[in-house]
């Protein structure tokens, strides 16, 4: 199981990445198992020194009850003190933001992989774009 935020290497240069775990109720946990989640549109605020993953989306577990989640709830990442204020400190940088790059199963336990990123200009994007092209004629 493995999700990745295709438009995050589109979109924005990714400078740093620092793993992290997050915070998940049972139904959650057995949704992303079967790999029904999106990472679209995602960002990672930082509040009351807390790193708190918002806009993910993970569908309802159809076999769920009442106890069923809401499918674009705030969660909490885990992180040590130290990274969350290296996080903080580098998202206040002007141009850069904190996005998830990818959700991936470790040992059991779901992992989300952080990305400290600045956005890319039009131009750039089109830069992009030509080596994407580039790599598909020469295969």
């Not at 198992?33 to 020194?49: C, E, F, V």
């Not at 009850?65 to 990274?83: A, Q, T, Y």
């Amino acid at each position: 199981m493995e999700i990745v935020n295709k438009k995050a290497k589109f979109d924005y240069f990714i400078e740093s990445e620092i793993e992290a775990g997050i915070v998940l109720s049972g139904t959650e946990i057995k949704s992303l198992r079967k790999g029904s989640a999106d990472l679209k549109d995602t960002y990672i605020r930082i509040k009351n020194k807390e790193a708190y993953i918002i806009n993910m989306y993970i569908a309802k577990y159809e076999e769920g009850n009442i106890f069923n989640h809401d499918e674009r709830r705030e969660r909490k990442l885990l992180l040590h003190k130290k990274e969350i204020q290296k996080l903080e400190n580098l998202s206040k940088v002007e141009g850069y933001t904190l996005i998830p790059i990818r959700c991936y199963l470790k040992k059991n336990l779901v992992k989300i992989s952080v990305g400290v990123c600045k956005g890319k200009k039009n131009y750039d994007k089109r830069e992009s774009i030509k080596m994407r092209d580039l790599k598909r004629l020469e295969r």
